[in-house]
């Protein structure tokens, strides 16, 4: 097969996964489609290795992780975590939810190494499910490396419809509140954001705007994840630390102390391509997936999956009462945890664009509903499950 051939069939794939998660609301969701479509390929007439043929061989997929990690961490505003830290207590009081029943009830079903592939990918996404994938694959586990990236493509099914029923229970009853006159609008601080926009570059704030060019740019997001890189095989010798771990915190150490801007993959327009080699990246874990051994996974994937919805409702239904948030809010904050951005938004405007169509009710919805999914979603898939699983991929 030709390279211009394979990245079209592939890039096709992408493309009709996402037509459907658009077709169906992001009720079928996208990976899923793709993942189904990678299956059959495998099965049928794909090489083997057609996603390397493509242009993507690992080595370029890991570079861009490391890209993307650090991207992720400048993306944390600390203003923004205090404002909402009943959210981030509640998320997670849900993680601590999937990994005491996973830990406490699935060890007894499955073995300890089967439930350490699960849980990160459980509590985050993408990168977390490769992260263990890699891990899997490098330890001679082949059936549990394809289980990391299965429940990572299936989970959303718990997730998605789960989100909207309980959002559209809290979002009818602030509806109710706001129409009595008991509910405002909430305003954020877009204002001082932006200001905050101009000066974020604060170690060089006396270069001029026009040589901050795209290279310039990849070049900053390239040191910081050298550095963590660096760092970690330092502390190799005395504790092992997993170098995109390091390369979240020190993206939040960059993005604070005015190395690096918000969101510096993006605006060096090197996002998208970046999400498009990772997610292929992710479907080249399917390659090694007969149809004997998805049967195989299919148990502990589903037990795995109730396990840690039922744990996250427990643990997030406790602490919001404690907390005084609403059981359906907490529970949808901490299902965040199975999709993660951009699902939590798309999921959220969907249910406030279903229960009413006035703007300022709209508005009213989103500014109670919105900033918490988003956090919950940041906290849980961005922070957490990438810390989880540079510990938990240690012990495979």
């Known amino acids: 097969m030709s390279q211009m051939l394979a990245l079209v069939i592939v890039l096709l794939i992408l493309f009709i996964g996402d037509f459907v998660a658009v077709r169906t609301k992001a009720w079928v969701p996208s990976v899923f489609i793709c993942a189904i479509l990678f299956l059959i390929g495998y099965w049928t007439f794909f090489p083997q290795d057609i996603v390397s043929v493509a242009g993507i061989p690992p080595v370029v997929a890991t570079m861009v992780m490391y890209l993307l990690i650090v991207n992720m961490g400048t993306l944390l505003s600390i203003k923004e975590l205090i404002r909402q830290w009943k959210t981030i207590v509640i998320s997670l009081s849900g993680i601590l939810g999937i990994v005491s029943l996973l830990f406490g009830i699935g060890t007894l079903i499955f073995d300890l190494k089967t439930i350490l592939v699960a849980i990160p990918p459980l509590v985050g996404g993408m990168v977390s499910a490769l992260i263990m994938s890699e891990g899997a694959a490098n330890a001679g586990l082949t059936s549990l ?5 299965v429940i990572y493509v299936m989970q ?3 997730g998605y419809p789960l989100t909207s029923i309980f959002l559209k229970k809290e979002g009818k009853k602030l509806l109710g509140q706001y129409r009595n006159g008991q509910l405002t609008e909430k305003k954020d601080d877009s204002d001082s954001s932006a200001a905050e926009g101009m000066t974020e570059l604060k170690l ?6 026009k040589y901050n060019t795209e290279y310039f740019k990849f070049f900053r997001i390239g040191v910081v994840a050298f550095l963590a890189y660096l760092v970690s095989t330092v502390l190799a010798p005395v504790v092992s630390v997993n170098a995109f771990v390091l390369c979240l915190l020190f993206g939040v150490i960059a993005k604070s102390i005015g190395f690096l801007e918000k969101h510096p993959l993006q605006k060096a327009n090197g996002f998208g391509l970046s999400i498009m080699i990772l997610m292929l990246f992710v479907f080249d874990g399917l390659k090694n997936a007969t149809p004997s051994m998805m049967m195989e996974i299919l148990y502990p994937l589903v037990i795995c999956i109730i396990l840690a919805v039922i744990g996250m409702y427990i643990f997030s ?6 907390l005084k948030v609403s059981k359906e809010m907490a529970f949808a904050v901490s299902l965040t945890a199975l999709y993660g951005f951009p699902a939590d938004y798309i999921i959220t405007n969907e249910v406030v664009n279903s229960l009413t169509k006035d703007e ?4 009213a919805l989103l500014s109670h509903m919105l900033p918490p ?4 979603g940041f906290i849980s898939v961005t922070i957490v499950s990438v810390i989880l699983a540079g510990v938990f991929v240690q012990f495979l």
């Open 145 to 149: 490396s394809v289980f990391a990236i």
């Open 156 to 158: 959303g099914f718990a």
């Open 204 to 209: 060089f704030k006396n270069l001029p705007g």
């Open 317 to 322: 239904f406790i602490v919001g009462r404690v």
């Open 360 to 363: 300022k009710e709209r508005e």
């Open 373 to 376: 999914m988003l956090v919950g």
